[in-house]
């Protein structure tokens, strides 16, 4: 088998949550070396020493629960395909042994707020001394420099900021009400994986190394598109659309039978606003002129989403996508996270992915984003248990002695247990919110 694109390439993760971590997993599951530098002894934000009060996505109950660092979902699917260690970079030990690792690198992702890697005198100037070739990406919510520079942040806080928040929520419903997204991390990831290979691509042309100053908040805007330039080219400001759409009428999800299943039904134009009358068996639909054409349909939408949902309420909601679909009318069953381990599409292109972790065991994971032909991807390194990859990086790359790495590890340079009290530092305690003085 041929060896993956990205095969011979070293990549350091200096970064937390979801965005930088995930980014180095697309390189990682491409074949680069990935070697993930957690904070010591201070946790991050998705490594909780205590089983969190609202225990979604975390693995295993009771508050007695063994390593609950290891246990956070959020945490084990962005870290696929990547060695751990954990490294405290405040120290003068840990950023001497932090260098040397830069040195025989090619790529470093750092997520941190806009500053911290200058206060911590590992910013790309002091590191393209000891690596001219250096590839390096800073991820910080608004960028590097600004008036919003400063400010920390997460994809919730980004989603605020950036005008989207407002925008997916209902007509006339309160914004507080609209549930948190993370759409900028998944943006950022994809965005910083790219970035760092054009990067890599400038230093094979020029044999130099590079510094991405890459804001997560504009990687987000041009996904805005259609808003933005509606309001430069005709002074509109967008107004939150619900399930609605702009061209499309009806256009929305409707309950089924059963709890929780909806369908969702989407006409582009008459032929298909037929048909579905047709399924219906409402020919009255199909003559009410209110309903007789695209533009008619969307004046009286509120009218059409109350005879819709009163006919399917009635309907098995799987049953009624697959009439719909062979009638030609766009149609889907609005799918909940159990349902998607059986779905058959998925299945067949065998997207999800059986890994075993150390603490957790052998679950299923979300697969590769994208398919080679010729150099089929896998999830080949489990996500990392802490400091899982401690002796093994810092002895075989670094070249510590046994009697060193002990002294270090006794001495609290790095580890594989986080004390029930270390907890995020000060103004780390509350990502979901925008910081209101600069960190």
Not at 98 to 110: C, N, P, R, T, Y
Not at 140 to 166: E, K, N, Q
Not at 187 to 196: K, L, M, P, Q
Not at 274 to 298: K, M, Q, S
Request: net charge negative; with cysteine; charged share 20%.
């Amino acid at each position: 088998m041929a060896s993956l694109p990205l095969e011979g390439l070293r990549v350091i993760d200096l970064s937390e949550v979801w965005a930088g971590p995930f980014a180095a997993s697309l390189l990682g599951d491409m074949g680069a070396q990935v070697i993930q530098v957690e904070s010591y002894p201070r946790a991050p934000q998705n490594r909780p020493t205590t089983v969190p009060a609202n225990p979604l996505g975390f693995a295993g109950g009771g508050s007695l629960v063994d390593h609950p660092w290891d246990r956070s979902a959020a945490r084990n699917m962005a870290n696929r395909n990547k060695y751990g260690i954990t490294l405290n970079l405040r120290t003068p030990r840990g950023k001497a042994l932090f260098k040397s690792l830069i040195a025989v690198s090619d790529v470093l992702i750092e997520g941190y707020s806009a500053g911290t890697v200058q206060r911590l005198e590992l910013d790309y100037p002091v590191l393209c001394q000891v690596n001219p070739g250096l590839v390096m990406v800073s991820m910080p919510g608004w960028g590097s420099y600004g008036p919003y520079a400063g400010y920390v942040t997460l994809g919730s806080g980004i989603d605020a900021t950036s005008g989207h928040h407002y925008l997916r929520g209902y007509p006339n419903a309160d914004p507080s009400e609209t549930v948190a997204c993370v759409h900028s991390d998944a943006i950022g990831a994809v965005t910083a994986s790219f970035a760092a290979m054009t990067g890599l691509m400038y230093r094979r042309r020029t044999g130099k190394g590079q510094w991405i100053d890459l804001s997560q908040a504009e990687a987000l805007l041009p996904h805005l598109a259609y808003p933005l330039l509606d309001y430069t080219m005709n002074g509109r400001v967008a107004q939150p659309l619900g399930n609605h759409d702009r061209w499309m009428a009806p256009h929305n999800c409707y309950r089924c039978k059963g709890e929780e299943n909806l369908v969702a039904i989407c006409v582009e134009n008459d032929a298909q606003w037929h048909a579905l009358c047709r399924v219906a068996g409402h020919p009255e639909w199909d003559t009410d002129p209110r309903f007789a054409h695209i533009g008619n349909r969307y004046q009286f939408q509120s009218e059409l989403d109350e005879l819709l949902a009163a006919w399917t309420q009635h309907e098995d909601q799987l049953d009624l996508a697959q009439r719909l679909q062979d009638a030609g009318v766009p149609a889907g069953p609005v799918m909940r996270d159990v349902d998607l381990f059986q779905d058959p599409h998925l299945q067949a292109r065998y997207f999800f992915q059986r890994v075993t972790h150390t603490t957790i065991g052998t679950h299923r994971y979300p697969g590769m984003l994208w398919k080679y032909t010729n150099t089929p991807m896998r999830i080949r390194l489990a996500p990392n248990a802490l400091g899982e990859h401690n002796s093994l990086v810092l002895k075989s790359i670094l070249g510590l002695s046994q009697e060193e790495y002990q002294r270090l590890e006794e001495e609290g340079l790095f580890g594989t247990t986080y004390a029930a009290l270390a907890q995020l530092d000060l103004r780390d305690q509350s990502p979901e919110v925008v910081r209101l003085t600069p960190s």
